[in-house]
């Protein structure tokens, strides 16, 4: 009979994959199904492991089960990507963002979550790449770094941290500080923007972590890249920060849809992926894998967006790009 293997970083969102873990083993035993669990100490040891378990005795399995936030399902992906496998990947959040959960459309509450384990569709979805690593949402570069390590820090610290309020609080207080922009140069096709810029991102889910206005008609499987230029704010900057907060547009934030993306800068920089850190190097260089792993989900609408094409005609409400 094949196995359901379980990839859990037990310390995810204080401890709540350690409290969801005897749901799932539960509901698998009720199935009928026997299940392997490996124990990952850290999100960024979660792609090791268990690419080693896959590699060692992948042919038992069926399907792979992630319990942990965003840093762990992108380990958990990277894992079974970097093994070779094409296992189906279920997901039950633990994290504090969630923000990958978010745009497959799978619920944080664990019970709701377990029961689309067995109840949910499989679903082929695109995988960002950046400088070999694998992403499923998010890119973030400049001030975005600066929020996840401001995250990490309250969350350690304070209790009350480990909800989606602290990235509100966390951006909030870094943009209307005065983040120094940096020079880049971003490279889209026959395009090429030289400047200064607070942050660059990549979305390849539904939205941008809820700090950005979004794209409307998003899809998982379109092939494309959500690439967010974001520049200095200059005057009236904690009233921009604002209405960025609020999701409104404001001048400085240009948005396109894009293939493949290459960010060269003047100096090393870290980047984030999906809320882990990347680097620090001088160039980051980003394209999309289409439909290259499936995820087990409920059919979510961001699932069935059409596909769009870099250079087709920006709607009404999109950012259209100023370069």
Known sequence: MPATLIVANLRSGGGRARDALPLVTS????????????????????????????????TRFDRVVVLGGDGTINGA??????SGSTLPLGIVPCGTGNEVVRSLGIPKDPDKAVRILSQGRECAIDVGVVNGRHFLHIFGLGADVQVVKMVNT????????????????????????????????????????????????????????????????????????????????????????????????????????????????????????????????????????????RVIHPAPPALAGTARHRGEPVRAGESSPRW
Request: aromatic fraction near 6%; charge should be positive; charged fraction near 25%.
């Open 27 to 58: 509901a698998l035993r009720r199935a009928g199904r026997v299940y392997d669990l490996v124990v990952a100490p850290t999100a960024e040891a979660t792609a090791q492991l268990l690419s080693a378990s896959l590699r060692r005795d992948g």
């Open 77 to 82: 992906v990277n894992g079974i990507l970097n």
């Open 154 to 293: 309250l969350r350690a610290r304070y209790r009350l941290a480990r909800n989606r309020s602290v990235y509100y609080v966390a951006a909030l207080l870094l943009l209307s500080s005065g983040f120094d922009p940096f020079a880049a140069e971003i490279e889209v096709g026959d395009e090429v923007f030289r400047g200064k810029t607070l942050m660059i991102a990549a979305a390849n889910g539904r939205m941008y972590g809820e700090r950005l206005q979004a794209l409307p008609a998003p899809s998982l499987s379109d092939g494309l890249l959500d690439l967010y230029l974001l520049q200095d704010l200059g005057g009236r900057r904690l009233r921009k920060t604002a209405r960025l907060l609020r999701r409104l547009p404001v001048p400085e934030l240009s948005v396109q849809r894009c293939p493949e993306v290459t960010i060269r800068l003047d100096q090393r920089r870290e980047a984030q992926v999906d809320g882990s850190l990347l680097g620090p190097t001088y160039t980051f260089h980003l394209s999309l894998l289409p439909r290259r792993i």
